[in-house]
């Protein structure tokens, strides 16, 4: 099967529009449409969440949800419009259609802050512009003076015969769009705004129907929703882990024509590919339980044929890259670790926290749930995400080229499985050089810095490594396997005679001697002065 022509229209021009064998035509590619009504309309390929979104309504009333960006918010958004606006036709081929009350219809207020025109006008004029257009979509004129008076005066209006329904998608943007530091007062104006805009919904609950706000981040209760403290938050739900998000089921049932046009493609068998589409974008997860893949990034490999990160290709999470890089804390500290709930929700301006950042715009992901220490492992999802965090660290840490790092860390690998730690030093060495020395005037810690950055390039590349390893005998800097070696390392700012005394002392390598695979014990010594590793012990 072989593209014929581009469906018609700029909106459409990512869709190939392709014909089988016998003639029948296939439904197209839907690459980031965002109207449910676009789909049925042009011939789209749906992936029906409908049931979820049936007992999304059903279960209750008042929602918060956080996903990463190009997951398919926005879509759901526009779809809960369309069900609860008794737009029957748009269903016909989906769970709901004999399901819903197709007779009741209900008045939508659907605001997306991503439309907003807050950079040129600011967010208080977009905000009573936006309400206005809601207003004339449903033939209300408001008279209350500003925005936060106008968004209850508009629920009040529209919900004195039938309860209303308020969408809210991308609610952070007028925030996330301005961490960075020249910006940061204009970030805690719009919070302030945001507050005063949300005052007063908790006691609308009258006129009110459902209320859902989506978003990138979750920002604390306290600063922006304090009078919307009923929001059911479930973006770590178990019983709304597939609402958005591709699961490999839903693969295989409505893209099973794309999935064996790019087996033959390929010449894999069908089984194989999905294995590798499973290895590249599977791997999201927000119950430990049940794992899902990129919406985005699996349209867009069905529409180039080829396996590609995707994901970071349509842009950088910047609010992230911006805090990364101002972090002093090492990033190595918030991936393959256990932590509370709570970590996820301490995110707010004042306090950012990198964990929290990073399981939120996407870079990490539950891998597991510890019932009995009701703790969660996060570790990145797929390997679209490990080479997107490996360019992002090339790009904002080093002066190498992508062709550079892959090749030091073509090295390492080699060197690690044959314990050639004289060669592995070397592509440490050839690591280290590469990092800016402007970057390194900001770092406080640099033997934490150096750490990072070494977990980060060999756990992005697949190397089982392990850092701040617990045991009887204290806490490993490092544990890296191998198929033959168990290296036991520790980084010391100084000599490297220091850090195996250390290992010795304290027995770091007693917990694997009984493994049949060689104990290696590694000391690095740092020098601050040189900025690199100027030190090495094995034994």
Excluded at 227 to 233: E, G, I, P
């Amino acid at each position: 099967m072989m593209p014929l022509e581009r469906s018609l229209g700029d909106l459409f021009s990512w869709n190939f529009l392709y014909h089988s064998e016998n003639g029948n035509s296939m439904k197209k590619l839907g690459l980031g449409i965002q109207e449910l009504a676009d789909f049925k309309a042009n011939n789209l390929i749906y992936v029906d969440k409908t049931e979820h979104i049936y007992k999304l309504i059903d279960d209750g009333k008042y929602y918060f949800l956080s996903r990463p960006r190009r997951f398919g918010k926005s879509l759901l958004v526009d779809t809960l419009k369309e069900v609860f606006s008794a737009n029957k036709e748009i269903f016909e081929e989906c769970w709901i259609y004999d399901k819903w009350n197709w007779k009741q219809k209900y008045p939508v207020i659907k605001l997306s802050f991503a439309k907003m025109s807050y950079r040129k006008d600011g967010l208080e004029a977009a905000l009573e512009l936006s309400l206005l257009e809601q207003a004339n979509l449903h033939g209300i004129q408001l008279t209350t003076p500003n925005y936060s008076s106008r968004f209850l005066e508009l629920i009040e209006a529209l919900g004195q015969e039938t309860p209303v329904v308020v969408l809210i998608d991308e609610y952070d943007k007028p925030i996330i769009d301005y961490l960075e530091k020249s910006e940061l007062k204009q970030a805690y104006e719009n919070r302030e705004i945001l507050k005063t805009f949300y005052a007063g919904v908790k006691d609308q609950g009258q006129y009110l129907r459902f209320f859902l706000i989506t978003g990138v981040s979750k920002f604390s209760q306290v600063s922006i929703f304090s009078d919307l403290n009923h929001l059911t938050d479930i973006t770590i739900s178990k019983h709304f882990a597939t609402l958005v998000g591709y699961t490999e089921a839903e693969i295989k049932k409505y893209y099973a024509d794309y999935l064996s046009s790019l087996s033959q493609e390929l010449e894999q068998s069908e089984s194989e590919v999905m294995q590798e589409i499973t290895r590249w974008y599977n791997g999201y997860s927000w119950d430990g339980k049940t794992f899902v893949f990129n919406p985005y990034s699996i349209i867009s490999l069905f529409y180039h044929q080829e396996f590609r990160n995707f994901w970071f290709e349509t842009g950088s999470p910047t609010f992230l890259i911006k805090k990364l890089k101002e972090a002093d804390t090492k990033i190595n500290e918030s991936i393959n670790k256990h932590i509370p709930e709570s970590a996820f929700n301490k995110y707010d301006i004042d306090n950012i926290n990198l964990t929290a950042i990073m399981f939120q715009t996407g870079y990490l992901a539950i891998k597991a749930y510890d019932r009995k220490t009701r703790k969660y492992l996060l570790d990145f999802p797929n390997e679209e995400v490990r080479e997107a965090f490996l360019d992002f660290a090339v790009k904002h840490y080093a002066n190498s080229s992508l062709l550079e790092m892959e090749t030091i860390v073509e090295t390492l690998l080699e060197a690690l499985h044959h314990n050639d730690i004289k060669r592995f030093v070397s592509a440490l060495q050839a690591l280290f050089s590469s990092i800016t020395i402007k970057q390194l005037d900001k770092v406080k810690e640099y033997e934490g810095f150096y750490h990072s950055i070494i977990y980060i390039v060999l756990k992005i590349v697949g190397v089982q490594i392990a850092c701040e390893v617990q045991s009887n005998f204290g806490s490993t800097d490092a544990v890296i396997k191998t198929d033959n070696y168990i290296y036991v390392i520790e980084f010391k700012m100084g000599s490297a005679q220091s850090a195996i005394d250390q290992i010795k002392r304290k027995k770091y390598q007693a917990p694997y001697l009984s493994d049949r695979r060689e104990v290696v014990m590694v000391g690095f010594g740092f020098n601050k002065a040189k900025r690199n590793l100027d030190d090495y012990l094995v034994e």
